[in-house]
């Protein structure tokens, strides 16, 4: 690790939520040499709604999916004004409020591509970067990685070609050009059924293609925000606090089936829950229509593995992203494959100076446990705390024991659960108190 001194000079990729509380925090303990890199042209990073965008994933009609009172950061509350579930123009006026208010808006090299960052003896770290007047580069002596998860689309494969237009939820941004069309959305998480319920206010037809079923939880239980609800629960063990979530469920909504859904294969919370309260209702009205998984494409034609096909104009993959790191060469950082070797969701075992900040899909929202990572971040580099010595055996215990047991799938590769993952970073917070 460097010398324990303020005088280090820190690197930040990304200014969206998760970048701004590590500049944030590290100002807070006295670096001064402290520059974050973004491309965009103000913080907010995925909250920035922008047509033209190629990094940002939010639409016109994007609202968080967990409540204002459980997606504050501690240094800095939501206003008292904002809804429950905030539109992505109220977010994005509240990171702003943040950087600015905590002095890490002149912090960052905005409108800004990081190339490459290049381990150095020592520790150190090379970036090299494009900006508007030309190429650069730099060494750092630590390096802050928070670029986000949901920028570059996985798209799904299928036997077949569609002759149709096919594109992802990421390039997905207004319901208004897909007026009077057949739309089929794949998917069925917190986008695929976003994006089914607001085409099919001005579609032809909509479709939703499920390869399994979800637990689909709505926003609001008994008058109150669903993860208020949850959060009430959590003394229960985990094996009971399931089983009532999912029992909770089956009660107010009944089963999948009846929506023409497939029910769930897994465990509630085995697979991250799906919040929508109105894909059920425009299923049971006839605005969207269900179908199974996709067997192969023929033209504009779409066959499921229930035997039935549909004919379609446009089909908008709702499938998740790849993990991605532009800027690491393949063999110094890889995390699109497999599970995600790092402790706390944040250390490497191989360099000592690298640390990730938001690199993880929580059971709630992300930057208050990412605003904690970053406390923690910046007490590593002051050495006032250290992570275990034998890195690579804790990494690998925390792989190996996740808060829920996860599907085997891609998506579920950094799911972790927002309360219990929080406590884990409170404890090693206390540690260095």
């Not at 609202?63 to 459980?70: G, N, Y």
């Not at 979800?214 to 669903?226: E, Q, R, S, T």
């Not at 599907?407 to 409170?426: E, G, K, M, W, Y």
């Amino acid at each position: 690790m460097p010398p324990a001194t303020p005088s280090l000079r820190i690197a930040v990729i990304g200014a969206g939520p998760s970048g701004i509380a590590a500049i944030k925090n590290l100002l807070d303990a006295g670096f001064t040499d402290v520059t974050g890199f973004d491309r965009n042209a103000a913080v907010g990073g995925n909250w920035l709604f922008d047509p033209g965008s190629t990094h940002s994933s939010v639409f016109e009609t994007t609202h968080i999916i967990s409540s204002k009172t459980l997606s504050s950061y501690q240094d800095y509350p939501m206003p008292a004004s904002y809804p429950d579930y905030p539109s992505h123009a109220q977010l994005a006026a509240y990171f702003q409020g943040y950087a600015d208010r905590f002095g890490v808006t002149p912090r960052v090299r905005f409108g800004t591509e990081v190339r490459s960052a290049e381990p150095l003896p020592g520790d150190c770290w090379e970036l090299r970067w494009t900006d508007a007047a030309g190429d650069h580069a730099a060494t750092f002596d630590a390096l802050v990685v928070a670029n986000g998860h949901h920028w570059r689309p996985r798209m799904p494969e299928y036997p077949g070609h569609f002759t149709g237009t096919l594109l992802h939820s990421h390039d997905y941004k207004r319901a208004a050009p897909f007026a009077g069309q057949r739309v089929l959305v794949i998917g069925g998480g917190n986008s695929a059924c976003d994006v089914a319920v607001e085409t099919a206010r001005v579609s032809a037809a909509t479709d939703i293609s499920c390869r399994r079923g979800y637990w689909i939880v709505p926003k609001f239980i008994f008058g109150l925000p669903a993860d208020v609800v949850a959060q009430r629960t959590r003394w229960l063990p985990r094996p009971l606090r399931g089983w009532l979530n999912a029992s909770l469920l089956r009660l107010l909504q009944g089963p999948n089936a009846r929506y023409g859904l497939p029910e769930p294969d897994h465990p509630f919370g085995a697979t991250h829950p799906t919040v929508n309260s109105e894909l059920l209702y425009a299923l049971r009205h006839g605005h969207i229509g269900a179908r199974r998984d996709i067997a192969r494409y023929d033209g504009r034609t779409v066959h499921f593995t229930d035997g039935t096909r549909g004919e379609y104009d446009v089909i908008i993959a709702c499938t998740g992203y790849w993990i991605a790191h532009p800027f690491f060469r393949p063999d110094v950082i890889d995390f699109s494959r497999g599970p995600v070797p790092l402790y706390l969701r944040m250390f490497p075992a191989r360099y000592p100076t690298l640390s990730f900040i938001g690199l993880f899909q929580p059971l709630g929202c992300i930057w208050p446990a990412a605003e904690l990572q970053a406390k923690l971040l910046a007490l590593r580099l002051t050495g006032r705390w250290a992570p275990p010595t034998d890195l690579e055996t804790a990494i690998a215990r925390e792989v190996a024991n996740p808060d829920y047991p996860q599907l085997d799938t891609p998506r579920h590769t950094i799911t972790v659960d927002f309360h219990a993952f929080s406590a884990r970073l409170r404890a090693q917070l206390r540690r260095a108190a």
